[in-house]
T-cell receptor
Framework: DGGITQSPKYLFRKEGQNVTLSCEQN?????MYWYRQDPGQGLRLIYY???????QKGDIAEGYSVSREKKESFPLTVTSAQKNPTAFYLC???????????FGEGSWLTVV | KQEVTQIPAALSVPEGENLVLNCSFT??????LQWFRQDPGKGLTSLLL?????REQTSGRLNASLDKSSGRSTLYIAASQPGDSATYLC?????????FGTGTRLQVFP
């Protein structure tokens, strides 16, 4: 089935550790996005990429890093520099920027 | 800076009611507006996308309207069902980024 796969679904991390969230899509979409969602709040954009080997910072990029080496993959690394990383992380993609956007099922990250 | 607001934050209605969810945005220079549904602990599912040149879009029992000049969109749900219970979010495409509202949490009880 076509779609967006995020892994892991649940992740626990100790303070001071980096962690990488995986996002893979088989929709042949050019644009991919990472959002963060905190309880009772809307989604905030972390990073986005409109084409392979290129990405831009969103509104809350500090403490995060991404890569886009392949069209279908857009991993997000939450670094130890992120002060409050516990949140629900959502990956999304669209054919091109501005088209209907499709989301993965999300990854819950808890820092202990 | 574009801001998106959704009212009400929560809504509880009996099954069968027709209902309206509201979304407002501060900058009318948008490319499109999308409505999404989110079930607890899940990702978002796109419901409707309205291009800036359109006035409304319909899908089944859902109808979304867009009034750019006033910075408003409404999502109309006809004959609500318990399965419609979820959080509904709107988002506007501003240059190349989607800006999301905080959502309306809907509960439809039998």
């Amino acid at each position: 089935d076509g779609g967006i796969t995020q892994s892991p679904k649940y992740l626990f991390r100790k303070e001071g550790q980096n962690v990488t969230l995986s996002c893979e899509q088989n929709l042949n979409h050019d644009a991919m996005y990472w959002y963060r969602q905190d309880p009772g709040q809307g989604l905030r954009l972390i990073y986005y990429s409109q084409i392979v080997n290129d990405f831009q910072k969103g509104d809350i990029a500090e403490g995060y890093s991404v890569s886009r080496e392949k069209k279908e993959s857009f991993p997000l690394t939450v670094t130890s520099a992120q002060k409050n990383p516990t949140a629900f992380y959502l990956c999304a993609s669209s054919l091109i920027s501005g088209n209907t956007i499709y989301f993965g099922e999300g990854s819950w990250l808890t820092v202990v | 800076k574009q801001e998106v607001t959704q009212i009400p934050a929560a809504l509880s209605v009996p099954e069968g009611e027709n209902l309206v969810l509201n979304c407002s945005f501060t900058d009318s220079a948008i490319y499109n507006l999308q409505w999404f549904r989110q079930d607890p602990g899940k990702g978002l599912t796109s419901l409707l996308l309205i291009q800036s040149s359109q006035r409304e879009q319909t899908s089944g029992r859902l109808n979304a309207s867009l009034d750019k000049s006033s910075g408003r969109s409404t999502l109309y749900i006809a004959a609500s069902q318990p399965g419609d219970s979820a959080t509904y979010l709107c988002a506007v495409l501003d240059t190349d980024k989607l800006i999301f509202g905080t959502g309306t949490r809907l509960q439809v009880f039998p």
